[in-house]
């Protein structure tokens, strides 16, 4: 397992931005499939984005496609999701995750498909 850490979590006003990051330390992350999830108050958590070994295959939930961008560094172990045009329904606790044991190409999307969990950023948009 690596062990992630979330930042760059805040308060932002609608249609404002952020960047958050998730930085891994442990074991080398750089072939492990990576995302982002979110829990919003009372609701389960859901996949946000995902992306694979070397960032060329993405994934995007319908809600964040066109708002949000995942990216990674290998080189440096850390995946951003810079997140765009922020709305009030994007208000939640974002998470990232890493799967070791992937596939090169492939991007995992659900929760049990990870098994490790950084602790968590808040991200509040006001109206």
């Known amino acids: 397992q690596v062990q992630l850490v979330e930042s760059g979590g805040g308060l932002v006003q609608d249609g404002g931005s952020l960047r958050l990051s998730c930085a891994a330390s442990?074991?080398?992350?750089?072939?492990?499939?990576m995302g982002w999830f979110r829990q919003a108050p009372g609701k389960e958590r859901e996949i946000v984005a995902a992306v694979n070994w070397d960032g060329g295959r993405t994934y995007y939930a319908n809600s964040v496609k066109g708002r949000f961008t995942i990216s990674r560094d290998n080189a440096k172990n850390t995946v951003t999701l810079q997140m765009n045009s922020l709305k009030p329904e994007d208000t939640a606790v974002y998470y990232c995750?890493?799967?070791?044991?992937?596939?090169?190409?492939?991007?995992?999307?659900?929760?049990?498909?990870?098994?490790?969990w950084g602790q968590g950023t808040q991200v509040t948009v006001s109206s």
């Open positions: 995750a890493a799967r070791a044991r992937s596939f090169y190409y492939a991007v995992y999307i659900k929760e049990a498909d990870f098994d490790s």
């Open positions: 442990g074991r080398t992350a750089s072939n492990y499939a």
